[in-house]
């Protein structure tokens, strides 16, 4: 009994735990609704944003531009439309992508790795 309350509506009893939001007659599960646009019912797990009819989920999307949908795990900066993965960008300069684990420094053009450079002077 104390899970259940009346509403004024044609005398329905309905559980605490399903009931959210009533409207025209349909009940909708707690656990289910997040946004109700146009008569569509939409799940939390994956309702984001919704911009022109797409619904996108929440794990995939991190920025949207132009069109394209960006991960999160594969989108760390870009720029003149090319996408850089996160593990293996450090530093762009001129159009080259350089992983992190071969850049400690770079000067004059010579890209140096990690475990060769201890000090380097008067060129490379």
């Not at 409207?23 to 146009?38: A, D, F, I, K």
């Not at 960006?70 to 989108?75: A, H, I």
Request: aromatic content about 0%; charged content about 25%; overall charge neutral.
């Amino acid at each position: 009994i104390a899970s259940l309350f009346l509403s004024g509506k044609e005398g329905c009893m309905r559980t605490r735990q399903s009931l959210l939001l009533e409207e025209g007659g349909c009940m909708r599960p707690r656990q289910s609704l997040l946004l109700e646009v146009g008569g569509c019912m939409r799940p939390r797990q994956s309702l984001l944003s919704e911009e022109g009819g797409c619904m996108r989920p929440r794990q995939s999307l991190l920025l949207e531009e132009g069109g394209c949908m960006r991960t999160r795990q594969s989108l760390l900066l870009e720029e003149g439309g090319c996408m850089r993965p996160r593990q293996s960008l450090l530093l762009e300069e001129g159009g080259c992508m350089r992983p992190r684990q071969s850049l400690l420094l770079e000067e004059g053009g010579c890209m140096r790795p990690r475990q060769s450079l201890l000090s380097e002077e008067g060129g490379c």
